[in-house]
């Protein structure tokens, strides 16, 4: 069964430096999505993305976020000056179509450190 | 903005037993789609199933089914005959009819099952 994959599994970083998170989204899926979880806490949304544009972000996607799809596979959330707030599991997801019938399926995520 | 509830923090079940993890929500909206997702220890979200607002029959996947109460914006998870593989955190999420929207979820609810 087709599923959504991430790399790496675990990123640890120093305060300040940039980071890439990597996704791979199932293969005939058009909308992608990034979430992220705080340790202990609810999954918040960060942006969705389709046809090359971000198509929504929350009010937690602020400059120093920014997505891409660098060819036709991957799907990256770029972090530029990591803080210490940014520690969660960042989880990406992908859906077949955008309509909110389409269920969205999500990657194993991507633990993210910051010391 | 919508918001979606999850009042049992954590539950326990014995396990073969019955257990139901509750969920409350809050739109204006009469169009829209419900969501219960598993996050075990490996903390990877499993869509586990689904209900759309427009339908009167609740879903049911193998033992897990829902009870929707769309008046009451009620959407409880029941988890029959509970095995050793169901102890993780339950998430319900809430997803608007309104173009690409992400998904909101709960806080979660952690469920043990005990041997």
């Known amino acids: 069964e087709p599923e959504v994959t991430q790399t790496p599994s675990h990123q640890v970083t120093q305060m300040g430096q940039e980071v890439i998170l990597r996704c791979v989204p199932i293969s005939n899926h058009l909308y992608f999505y990034w979430y992220r979880q705080i340790l202990g806490q609810k999954v918040e949304f960060l942006v969705s993305f389709y046809n090359n544009e971000i198509s929504e972000k929350s009010e937690i996607f602020d400059d120093q976020f920014s997505v891409e799809r660098p060819d036709g596979s991957n799907f990256t959330l770029k972090i530029r000056s990591t803080k210490l707030e940014d520690s969660a599991m960042y989880f990406c997801?992908?859906?077949?179509?955008?309509?909110?019938?389409?269920?969205?399926?999500f990657g194993p995520g991507t633990r993210l450190t910051v010391l | 903005a919508q918001t979606v509830t999850q009042s049992q923090p954590e539950m326990s079940v014995q396990e073969a037993e019955t257990v139901t993890l509750s969920c409350t929500y809050d739109t204006s909206e009469s169009d829209y789609y419900l969501f219960w997702y598993k996050q075990p220890p490996s903390r990877q979200m499993i869509l586990v199933i689904r209900?759309?607002?427009?339908?009167?029959q609740n879903a049911t996947e193998n033992r897990f089914s829902v009870n929707f109460q769309k008046a009451a914006k009620s959407f409880s998870l029941k988890i029959s005959d509970s095995q050793l593989g169901d102890a993780a955190m339950y998430f319900c999420a809430y997803r608007s009819s309104s173009g690409n929207t992400p998904l909101v979820f709960g806080k979660g609810t952690r469920l043990s099952v005990i041997a």
């Open positions: 997801a992908s859906s077949e179509a955008g309509g909110y019938t389409d269920t969205q399926y």
């Open positions: 209900q759309e607002a427009y339908k009167q």
